[in-house]
C-alpha cells in the first residue's frame, strides 16, 4: 500500500517536470541530448561505426543515426568526436562489501571481525562510486560477505539519488553448508558469524532461498565449492559442499520466483552438481572438464570466469598454498580457452572486492584477451552478453533505440589497445552525466 502511494507521487513529479520542459522547450517531453561519436561500438555490432550521433532523451536512447543526421536546434550536444563511445560497461561478479583479504590486513577474516556495519555501508559506498567513475554502470554483486541484505539497501540508496552508483542485481547473503565457509579455524566452542547463509538439507536450503527472495535478492549465490588443496599427483582439489538435492531445491524456487542461481564452483564434484542442480551461471569454473562444457552448452549456461584474481598473492612456490595456487592460475587459463572454443556464454566478471577496490575494474579485460579472446568479444562480455543474462537485453550493454543512456567513452581505440577500458573518460549514467574529461 505504501509503496503504491510513493509511486503516484513520483509520477505527479514526473508529470509536472515534464509540463514544465514542455512549456519552455515546446516539444512536450524530456530535452534532447545528441552525442556525437567519433567511434561507436555500440555492444552488438561486429565492427566499429565512425561518425555516428546518438540521440537521447530522459533515460532512454532515442534513435542512432549517421553523423550526417540533422540536429534539431536547442538540443544539447556533447562533443565526443574524438573518442570511443561505448555502452556502459557491466561487471558480473562482484562484491562491494568486501574489503580485500590480503593476509598482512587480517584476510577475508577482518572484514568480519573488524568493520562494524556502518564502516561496511561506507566501504560499499565507496565501491559503488568506484564502479561508476571507471565506466561499469552495472554490476551483479554476488553476495555480501556477512553483511546481510546490504546490497539492495545500497541499491536503494542509488536508485533514490542518495549516493552515486551502477545499477545493482543484487544476491544478498549466498548459501553454503556447514563446514562451506568462512569464518573457520577458530576453536570450536566459539559460534563465530559467517560469510555465507550456512544450510543442510533441501528443507533449510529451500527456506534460506525464500528468504533472501523475500528480502529482494535479484540473484541467488550458491557456493558448492569450498577448500581447495592440491592432492599428491599436484592436481586441483576442491571440497564440495551441496547436494544436487540441496541445489535443486534452491533453483526451483529461484526459478518460480524468476530470478537466476549463480553457482561458485572451482572444479571436480562440486561442479558436476551444480550443472546437475540446473545452475544458471558457472562462477569461476577454474577446472572445467570437456564433457562439463558439453553439459554446459547442452543446458545454456552462463560461464563467468575470473581470472585476475588468481595472480595476486601467491604463496612461496614450495608450500601447500603456494602449490595451489599456481593450480589455481594454470588449470583457469586451460578452461578459459577450452570455453572460447566451445563458443561458451561468457559473461565479464572480476570479483573486484577480492581485488581491492583501488584496483582498475577493467585488469581483467587484459587477461581475457591475452589468452586470445578478440577484444570485441571481450567486450560483448560486459556489454549486451551479460545484458541477456541479467534479462536486460536491448536495455543495458548497447548503443541503440530504447535502450537505458548508459553511455561511456575513452580516448583511444579499445579494440587495438585494449587497456583503453581502464581509462574510461566520459561516463553517463541513467541519462545524467556523471563523469566527463573529454567533451566541451
Ligand atoms: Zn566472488
Redesign the pocket.
Known sequence: MMRKRIRCAMALLALSGTAALGQSSGQGAAALTVIRAGTLIDGVSEAPRKNQLIFLRGKRIEKVTDGSGAIPSGSHVIDLSNATVLPGLIDA?T?IFLWGEDPNKGGYDANILKAGIALRAARATYAARRALEQGFTTLRD??TEGAGYGDIEIKQAIEEGTIPGPRIFGATRAISTTGGYNLEDYAPELEMPKGAQLVDGPVEARKAARQQLEHGADWLKVYMTHRSWVDKEGKLVSQPTLTVEELKAIVDEAHGWQKKVAC?AYNGIGLQRALDGGCDSI?HGLEITDAQIAQMQRQGTWYCP?ISPYYGDWAPADTPAGKRDRARAAVHEISFKKALQAHLKIVFGT?M??IPWTEPIAQEFKRMVGLGMAPMDAIQSATSRSAEMLDMKGEIGVIAAGAYAEVIAVEGDPLKHIEELEHVRFVMHDGSIFKNELAK
Do not use: I, L, M
Open positions: 561478479h562484491h554476488v553476495e561458485h562462477e575470473t570479483d572486492g577480492g
